[in-house]
């Protein structure tokens, strides 16, 4: 029998996409320079040099069987050390070789964590606001995701909120910093009290409570803010890594995860982990990109494109008296809409081909998410667009 559940997901569809797709067709119409899309998180500059010069020294070393060959399910031996070496020089974390899985990006090490975690019943969390295909991956298994909220202003991480949003079920946390949708950057202070916490609730509850890191924006921050390290303040934190915002390669899937050797039950997820990407067909990441993306960990295209961007588009919003949450990290603006209803909002800015994301998709009804990650050119000509729009609303300053 067909399962129910994952028809109705797929019937439900993404509402990035489709708005996205909309945003396509209306550019046949009206002309490509008149829409302005804001709803996809897919780089738009290019990979650094690193990239291009690690492909050229590999297609000069290797034959192309060499370089296309089947990889082991779980990575190149040499790839997988050289993110361990990483991770132990950077991080202090005593990463082992057999500790890296390289996958294909950070969406393959949520689907199959949610499936090694909590199939045998349990709950996960995260904190709102949040990437929308977290509750997917939850329910998708027969789980639940919980949505605790964060600090209303900042979206920084409430404590209390997060002690009455954890039960006795409360297997996993997902953690997304930088942020998608906000751009928050988590502090250390609020981190470092929910693994206190967590530690406690862990002796509370009688059984370990794990931290999966989803942090495919980490090296996309601005102003010399700390992203911190969450496996070296809280020892059961599953790393996920992509390279897909970082360098520019979405559409090379390619990422790993990482489990600290003192991790509880680290045998059955390690071997769990392995069965699960089996199952699920994510085995032998690209040969050739695992070994091209690995020389260039740390690595970042041109961000201060992107911070350019966000400097423009925070500036002028919130001259124009909109209210945002100032993005450290990332590629995301999240900005509060001038009325309730952000869907309804959405719909009266795609009649002038302004396409924004509702918030509602990422657990934060009242705001829209905007991709900056466009070229400047699109926001400039956007910008007479939000003031309309803030004129409209009599939000205008």
């Known amino acids: 029998?067909?399962?129910?559940?994952?028809?109705?997901?797929?019937?439900?569809?993404?509402?990035?996409?489709?708005?996205?797709?909309?945003?396509?067709?209306?550019?046949?119409?009206?002309?490509?320079?008149?829409?302005?899309?804001?709803?996809?998180?897919?780089?738009?500059?290019?990979?650094?040099?690193?990239?291009?010069?690690?492909?050229?020294?590999?297609?000069?070393?290797?034959?192309?069987?060499?370089?296309?060959?089947?990889?082991?399910?779980?990575?190149?031996?040499?790839?997988?050390?050289?993110?361990?070496?990483?991770?132990?020089?950077?991080?202090?974390?005593p990463y082992r070789a057999q500790d890296v899985i390289i996958t294909c990006g950070t969406s393959t090490c949520l689907a199959v964590?949610?499936?090694?975690?909590?199939?045998?019943?349990?709950?996960?969390?995260?904190?709102?606001?949040?990437?929308?295909?977290?509750?997917?991956?939850?329910?998708?298994?027969?789980?639940?995701?919980?949505?605790?909220?964060?600090?209303?202003?900042?979206?920084?991480?409430?404590?209390?909120?997060?002690?009455?949003?954890?039960?006795?079920?409360?297997?996993?946390?997902?953690?997304?910093?930088?942020?998608?949708?906000?751009?928050?950057?988590?502090?250390?202070e609020g981190l470092e009290a929910l693994a206190k916490l967590l530690e406690r609730k862990q002796k509370e509850y009688g059984h370990p409570i794990y931290i999966v890191a989803d942090e495919p924006y980490r090296d996309l921050v601005y102003d010399g803010q700390e992203v911190v390290f969450l496996p070296s303040i809280y020892k059961n934190t599953i790393y996920c890594y992509s390279f897909s915002k970082s360098v520019s390669l979405p559409g090379e899937r390619v990422g790993f995860m990482a489990l600290p050797p003192e991790l509880d039950d680290y045998d059955d997820i390690s071997s769990a982990v392995m069965a699960a990407i089996r199952a699920f067909g994510y085995i032998c990441v690209s040969s050739m990109w695992q070994r091209v993306a690995i020389d260039c960990l740390g690595a970042t295209s041109d961000i201060s494109i992107y911070k350019g961007n966000r400097d423009l588009l925070y500036g002028a919003l919130t001259?124009?008296?909109?209210?945002?949450?100032?993005?450290?990290?990332?590629?995301?603006?999240?900005?509060?809409?001038?009325?309730?209803?952000?869907?309804?909002?959405?719909?009266r800015a795609m009649k002038d081909n302004l396409l924004v994301v509702p918030g509602d998709s990422f657990g934060t009804p009242g705001y829209v998410r905007l991709a900056y990650c466009v070229s400047r050119d699109v926001i400039e000509r956007a910008l007479p667009v939000f003031r309309k729009l803030a004129e409209e609303y009599g939000i205008a300053k």
Do not use: W
């Open 319 to 347: 001259e124009m008296g909109y209210t945002c949450v100032h993005p450290d990290g990332a590629f995301y603006l999240f900005m509060k809409t001038p009325e309730p209803d952000a869907e309804a909002f959405c719909r």
């Open 1 to 93: 029998m067909i399962d129910q559940k994952l028809a109705a997901m797929g019937r439900s569809g993404n509402i990035i996409r489709e708005i996205a797709e909309y945003g396509a067709e209306q550019a046949k119409i009206v002309g490509a320079e008149n829409v302005y899309n804001f709803t996809i998180g897919s780089p738009s500059i290019d990979p650094p040099t690193c990239i291009f010069e690690k492909m050229d020294e590999l297609r000069a070393s290797m034959s192309p069987a060499q370089l296309h060959t089947y990889a082991p399910a779980a990575g190149f031996p040499e790839v997988r050390e050289k993110a361990a070496a990483y991770l132990r020089r950077c991080f202090g974390v």
């Open 113 to 188: 964590l949610t499936r090694v975690l909590l199939s045998g019943g349990g709950r996960a969390m995260t904190f709102t606001p949040y990437f929308m295909d977290y509750k997917y991956y939850a329910e998708s298994v027969g789980s639940t995701l919980t949505e605790c909220p964060t600090d209303p202003y900042t979206f920084q991480l409430d404590l209390d909120a997060a002690e009455k949003a954890l039960t006795s079920d409360t297997m996993l946390i997902v953690m997304n910093s930088p942020n998608n949708p906000s751009g928050v950057v988590l502090r250390r």
